[in-house]
């Protein structure tokens, strides 16, 4: 091959892959803000809906430490045992009063 058309398309392609190089690497440090811009955005997300659960654990504890657990286990119980004094007769109340009148 001829080196003097070489030589000249060589000292074209430096500068050509040189930028090309810089602008590659612009784009990359493009995304890497954007994709840190989105982890902060996530992470701030994720910080509120920690927040938020841990504010409903503390409901639910402070529900469990004040009985409240034992009065819905006691309103259970009461459930339990007029189901076995009291059968349903299937029968409204109202029905019954105009019968004995």
């Known amino acids: 091959m001829n080196l003097g058309i070489l030589v000249p398309l060589l000292a074209l392609m430096i500068p050509i892959v040189a930028i090309w190089a ?3 690497q612009k784009i990359a440090e493009m995304q890497l803000e954007a994709t840190a811009g989105a982890s902060a955005e996530k992470a701030a997300q994720y910080v509120g809906h920690i927040k938020d659960l841990e504010d409903r ?6 529900i469990v430490t004040d009985r409240g657990y034992d009065v819905a286990t006691q309103i259970e119980a009461l459930r339990d045992t007029r ?15 105009s019968e004995k009148v």
């Open 22 to 24: 810089k602008h590659r």
């Open 57 to 62: 654990v503390q409901v639910l504890e402070r």
């Open 83 to 97: 189901r076995v004094e009291e059968p349903d007769s299937g029968v409204p109340l109202d029905m019954t009063k």
